[in-house]
């Protein structure tokens, strides 16, 4: 009765053998790191239907964040700009770049055109995307003195606006374990401010152990709490 | 007796607390259901798939999990283009608007947010609901986002049929044609205008019940454009005999305002007043206000009456009474009151003989007596005219005019009643005198009486137009239907049952471009003005321009959503000279029915507590609503009384009935009822709809409505009443949520009275701290590590004397959280979602439910509690230590709560709950397998799979984006209103007050609650009313010798019959 298996076979064995020990491992860590934020979201930058700058608006010419997103004190979204903010600047008759082929767009948006009425939204596209059991707030980090810059990185910097961090929960656990470095004096920096870092050293967590007192921050158990965050 | 227990022959001796008679009696199918150790487990399973389906099943989502995994889909964000300044995206406002119900209008608040409504609270402004709502008001929103709701107007071209011919819808099916407004527009013009040219000869208006002024206005302008139209109105469940008995009594028909808060005694013959009148919610609010016994007072209140209501189950004494015996009880107490007091009310005796014992009678006389000037008698909507009347002079004798009650002039004195009305129109349909008719709401081929026949006389008129929120019933047998705007798209005002004016605004435009009565109205008569907002705005420039700051009063109104110190004045009532006669035509009542089978009944026709007349039938919400007496959802049932069902040969509730009365006949289970009149009995109107009413409502209840004849609409005598042998199972949820355990029947029967603890006002002055002495608590050592709170403490407590378990909480609950609505299957498995629930408790024996009334007239022939139960969040939660995963944890400021992410669903917390309060996912509940609208369209995802329906983007507007919408296989149960509570400290945080004000965070069942009986706050804050009433010494915690240590307390609950001499 010939073999099954040619004897040539018997040589795999031992490959086989290593695979299926390496298999688990190799397995765990593709999917660690495909599966985390740090792979899949971190420099997400879609593309907008406008190809607005903050490089240009808000680092070169230095608007403050506020003027567009105005809500980022009072509520909980920071507020993606109504088409009426660009009119401001951009009105047809005296504004800057009327005639911009880029902004032809938020033109049709707020004036209308021949294929489209005006008042209708521009489709921004969500960069910024928590997962809807998630209830993050901006006023309550903004008002205790947390900057834009913590989360959404050197936005004056950007072209087209990426993902800066990974908004995983782990990483907003970093914070809310010890928020005390992230936080600045508002009465002394804005919280817009791109560019303030704390004081090295003992300074810096003096500061810090200012700041938690001033803003009357909560101990890090209640800032782990499940409820902080999820409703 | 063949073997079989009968709930009602077996019971044993006391039992204390029950909840239903199977518990009672220890059925088998009660015990089955407390054994299994999932009651809800077994049909539970989708069909299994076979190996080879689950290997492509698994297959495949394993290929789609490569695809998907990546990044969640790509979302966009929308901003205006004009933002208007005072919205802030994600920051929600609140409008102010009024809810119509029953010709009154309730002030309220909706919440809208991003531009949708999805909460509706009460109007703290408002008289009437001084911020506090029903649970029709609660559920009303879900209405608005009903997918069911008709979209376009539709034409039927009905064959024309001579007038008086009888059609047969059957027989001749209408060509049905969707159409759009422009085309009605253009056939309004042209016909209206050939209407018009004939001075409006032929034309007839069937509108509802409606306290608007707008439409009244509308009315005005109409009749002026059409000089001989007639203008009917019609409401199934008026209240014109309440009307035409004080035009007996005065001369005039006036309206009756109750003074609860001022009376002690308060008599109530048939009168649901703490539910269904139209100020409901002030009136629970006044009563329960006198039921708290903070100065060592309470009020008293007597019932006499048929079924077992909300307003019943209150009494400190009570007395069930066949229907047409009510009056005879009135005409007695007349008798013994005129003795007493020297001034004769009842002109010789009465020839009916009185159902109560002579004792009874005297102690109720003694006692209203006694409190002459604080004290009131009230009648239900059903008696007859002559019954109010009489109740109006005893009243008067007591001298409670002016005092309890006070009166203001009818809004429509000249309208014939609503019976007079319907009956008026029909006899002129069968005449061939209408020619066109336009029906503004109301459904009167479902609701009117029977025996008019408006199923068939409506098809004979040449042009028929109803403007409704559904292509139903009366819809489809006219030749236009109309979509209305629902009241939350429209403009509108309405009047509260004292007059003050309320102005309703729109919260969204309407989603199905349905338009309002008065927009109709408008366009028909030709008025230059088309928008509803150019209508109210004119009738409220009418009434009130005439200052400097005209528009500054308008945008108050609106603002305020109440114009103040615009009730009607108050009058006084002239009573007509002397004594009255005893009622000549109703005395002779029907003899005492016979025991032995076929028997005569006296069937009674009930406003349903979900549904009220029907109209509320396609609202999953209150469809799945346990209603507060039976706990019966998703339909109705004939209530009999324990010795009726004996009689009858009722085995156990859902056994069906043949009830046949003068219009026809109706098959309906029966639902056996302690504390039911013997010889009478209830059926709930309003359900049983079928298919025309909507995809939600197409097969619960049955149609009462069959049997309700406008001679007589309340009540019919000499009903037969017999059994089928046939079965249907009700979906109750009285016995769910038992539990039964190793301490065995008679110890838990003994716990469940330390559940519910109450004591009567006279014991509760000698033993003021009696609630904490029911049960012995050792001292007991924690196994655990004590938390402790320096922050916020978060608790709750309930006070039993002020529930009236009316159930607002449960809808409120429902809408704030997006609970599900599972489906009538899923209730019968134990599987209803809603987080609150309020058990209903009954106590001692149940069998006195005889219309020979109580053997002693201090006694009541049935005792109610309600208690409602939410999370205690346990501070040794039992949950907590078994959950594998930890996904349910204590936060720091003392809340239990559930990660849902992190549940796995192994249910051992729910299966370790003490008060049975978690709530699992068996499937995405948000149009379950189970769920109607699944059963009509769904599709099944794959073989073998149940089916499903998708939840439509219309239906996904009511969510409230501040709360999870869970999702399948997670457990879940009440978090305190998490949400409100993180709203109010960021907002707090952020502006950096000293203290979050004890108040400000109100979850949504406090905040509902029309009694004021939930109460929530900060433990740790000395000066909360949450600490002071735990604090109370009628305080108490559930199972404290448990040492779970509820952050609930119970206030036990208190009452107050005759004899422990309360109000010296």
Redesign the interface.
């Known amino acids: 009765m010939s073999p099954v298996f040619p004897r040539w076979t018997n040589r795999l064995r031992v490959l086989v053998l290593v695979a299926a020990l390496l298999a688990p491992l190799y397995l765990t860590l593709l999917m660690a790191y495909g599966a985390s934020t740090q792979t899949t979201d971190v420099g997400y930058a879609p593309v907008q239907p406008i190809p607005y700058s903050h490089l240009l608006h808000a680092g070169e010419l230095g608007i403050d964040c506020r003027y567009c997103h105005t809500a980022v004190e009072t509520g909980a979204r920071a507020g993606v700009p109504p088409t009426q903010t660009c009119i401001n600047c951009h009105a047809q008759g005296h504004g800057v770049r009327q005639e911009s082929a880029k902004l032809v767009l938020m033109r049709e948006a707020f004036y209308g055109s021949e294929q489209r009425p005006a008042g209708l939204p521009i489709p921004w596209v969500r960069i910024h995307d928590l997962p809807d059991y998630a209830y993050f707030d901006h006023s309550a980090h903004v008002t205790r003195g947390v900057g834009c810059v913590e989360c959404h990185g050197r936005v004056d910097r950007m072209e087209v606006v990426y993902q800066a961090k990974p908004l995983s929960m782990s990483w907003c656990l970093e914070c809310h374990r010890n928020p005390g470095p992230r936080l600045r004096d508002l009465d002394q920096v804005s919280a817009t401010d791109m560019t303030w870092t704390p004081p090295p050293g003992a300074a810096g967590e003096e500061l810090a152990r200012q700041l938690l007192r001033k803003y009357n921050i909560r101990s890090p158990k209640y800032l782990q709490s499940c409820s902080t965050c999820h409703r | 007796m063949k073997g079989s227990r009968s709930p009602v022959a077996t019971f044993p001796r006391s039992r204390g607390y029950w909840r239903s008679l199977d518990e009672l009696a220890d059925t088998p199918a009660f015990r089955q259901w407390l054994e299994s150790e999932f009651p809800h487990l077994p049909a539970g399973f989708v069909d299994g798939p076979s190996r080879r389906q689950f290997l492509k099943l698994m297959g495949a989502s394993l290929a789609l999990a490569g695809l998907a995994?990546?990044?969640?889909p790509?979302?966009?964000?929308?901003?205006?283009?004009?933002?208007p300044g005072d919205r802030?995206?994600?920051?929600p406002v609140q409008y102010a608007t009024v809810f119509e119900l029953g010709g009154a209008a309730t002030g309220l608040l909706v919440t809208s947010y991003d531009g949708r409504p999805i909460k509706i609270e009460g109007n703290e402004k408002h008289p009437f609901s001084r911020g506090k709502t029903n649970h029709w008001m609660q559920a009303s929103i879900l209405d608005l986002y009903d997918p069911d709701r008709s979209r376009l107007p539709v034409q039927r071209g009905w064959h024309r049929r001579p007038a008086g011919e009888v059609a047969s819808e059957a027989s001749v099916p209408p060509v049905v044609r969707s159409r759009t407004w422009a085309e009605f527009e253009a056939f309004a013009k042209e016909h209206f205008d050939a209407v018009r040219a004939e001075g409006g000869a032929g034309l007839a208006v069937l509108a509802e019940m409606s306290s608007s002024p707008s439409l009244r206005d509308m009315q005005g302008r109409f009749l002026t454009a059409f000089p001989q139209a007639a203008w009917y109105e019609y409401e199934p469940l008026s209240r014109d005999n309440e009307r035409e008995g004080a035009r007996r009594a005065f001369g005039r028909p006036l309206r009756a305002h109750l003074h609860l808060d001022h009376a002690d005694v308060v008599v109530s013959f048939d009168d649901d007043f703490l539910m269904l009148h139209p100020a409901a919610v002030k009136y629970a609010g006044d009563f329960a206000a006198r039921r708290r016994a903070d100065d060592g007072r309470m009020n008293r209140l007597y019932v006499f009456e048929t079924g077992l209501t909300v307003t019943g189950s209150m009494a400190d004494h009570r007395c069930a009474v066949r229907p047409s015996q009510i009056g005879r009880v009135l005409e007695e107490l007349a008798v013994v009151l005129g003795d007493r007091l020297g001034t004769p009310i009842l002109n010789g005796q009465p020839a009916g003989e009185c159902p109560l014992a002579r004792a009874t009678i005297d102690a109720l006389a003694a006692d209203l007596q006694a409190h002459t000037g604080k004290c009131l008698l009230t009648v239900g909507p059903q008696q007859p005219p002559e019954v109010h009347a009489l109740a109006h002079a005893i009243n008067a004798a007591l001298r409670a005019h002016g005092a309890t009650i006070t009166f203001t002039d009818d809004p429509d004195p000249q309208r014939p009643t609503h019976f007079d009305a319907i009956k008026t129109l029909a006899e002129r349909v069968k005449a061939g005198e209408i020619r066109t008719l336009v029906i503004l709401g109301g459904n009167p081929v479902f609701d009117a009486p029977a025996d008019l026949g408006l199923a068939h006389l409506l098809p004979t008129i040449a042009c028929s137009v109803r403007l409704g929120l559904y292509d139903n019933e009366t819809s489809q047998v006219c030749t236009w239907h109309l979509p209305r705007a629902h009241y939350l798209e429209a403009w509108g005002d309405g009047l509260a049952w004292d007059g003050t004016l309320g102005i309703a605004q729109p919260l969204i435009e309407p989603l199905y471009g349905g338009r309002s009565p008065i927009e109709l109205l408008a366009l028909l008569c030709g008025d230059p003005l088309t928008t509803g907002h150019d209508i109210v705005r004119r009738t409220f420039g009418n009434a009130f321009d005439f200052g400097v700051n005209r528009q500054e009063l308008w945008e108050k109104a609106l603002h305020d959503g109440v114009v103040p110190d615009t009730a009607w004045p108050v009058v006084a009532p002239t009573s007509s000279a002397g004594p009255l006669s005893p009622a000549p035509g109703s005395s002779a009542g029907p003899p005492s029915p016979a025991p032995g089978a076929g028997a005569d009944f006296e069937v009674v026709f009930a406003p349903d507590y979900s549904v009220y007349d029907g109209r509320f039938a396609n609202n999953g919400w209150l469809q799945e609503w346990p209603d507060p007496i039976t706990k019966v959802t998703w339909g109705n049932a004939a209530l009999i009384s324990p010795a009726a069902a004996a009689r009858l040969g009722v085995r156990r509730n859902g056994d069906m009935l043949r009830v046949a009365g003068n219009a026809g006949a109706l098959e309906v289970p029966a639902l056996v009822l302690p504390g039911h009149a013997e010889g009478s009995v209830t059926l709930p109107l309003g359900h049983g709809r079928g298919p025309a009413a909507g995809a939600v409502a197409s097969s619960t209840g049955f149609n009462v409505f069959v049997l309700r004849t406008s001679q007589s609409p309340w009540m019919v005598t000499g009903g037969k009443v017999a059994t089928l042998g046939k079965h249907y199972e009700l979906a109750t949820t009285q016995d769910h949520h038992a539990i039964r355990s190793a301490v065995g029947d008679e110890e838990t029967q003994r716990r469940a009275g330390e559940l519910v603890r109450e004591a009567t006002l006279e014991h509760y002055r000698a033993h003021p701290d009696f609630a904490q002495h029911v049960v012995h608590l050792p001292q007991l050592k924690s196994l655990w590590q004590e938390k402790e709170y320096t922050?916020h403490r978060w608790g709750m407590a309930i006070d039993l004397s002020a529930c009236i378990g009316c159930g607002a909480c449960v809808i409120a609950c429902q809408a704030e959280n997006n609970i599900p609505v599972v489906g009538m299957d899923e209730v019968l498995m134990g599987r209803e979602m809603h987080w609150i629930r309020v058990d209903r408790y009954f106590r001692e024996d149940p069998r006195g439910g005889s219309s020979a009334g109580p053997s002693s007239p201090t006694s009541s022939d049935v005792h109610v509690v309600h208690q409602p139960v939410t999370c205690v969040h346990c501070e040794n939660a039992p949950c907590e230590q078994v959950c594998p995963v930890a996904a349910t944890?204590h936060?720091?400021?003392g809340?239990n709560?559930m990660?849902?992410?992190r549940c796995i669903g192994t249910r051992y917390c729910s299966n370790n709950c003490p008060f049975k309060v978690r709530r699992f996912n068996w499937f995405y509940n948000h149009h379950g397998p189970r769920h109607p609208r699944s059963q009509a369209d769904g599709k099944s995802k794959a073989p073998g799979l149940l089916k499903q329906a998708e939840l439509s983007e219309i239906e996904k507007l009511r969510h409230n984006p501040?709360?999870?919408?869970r999702s399948r296989g997670v457990m879940e149960k009440c978090?305190f209103c998490?949400?409100r509570i993180?709203a109010v400290k960021?907002k707090a945080?952020?502006e950096r007050w000293a203290k979050v004000p004890d108040g400000l965070i109100v979850p949504a069942c406090a905040q509902a609650c029309p009694t004021d009986a939930i109460v929530f706050g900060d433990l740790n804050d000395p000066d909360s009313r949450v600490r002071k009433l735990h604090e109370h010494n009628r305080a108490y915690h559930l199972l404290a010798e448990l040492n779970i240590k509820p952050r609930t307390a119970y206030l036990a609950k208190l009452r107050n019959p005759a004899g422990s001499e309360s109000q010296k």
């Open positions: 995994g990546c990044r969640w790509k979302e966009t964000i929308v901003p205006a283009t004009r933002q802030v995206p994600g920051v922050g944890v936060d720091e400021e809340l709560v990660v849902y992410n501040e709360v999870t919408v978090t998490v949400q993180n960021i945080r952020n």
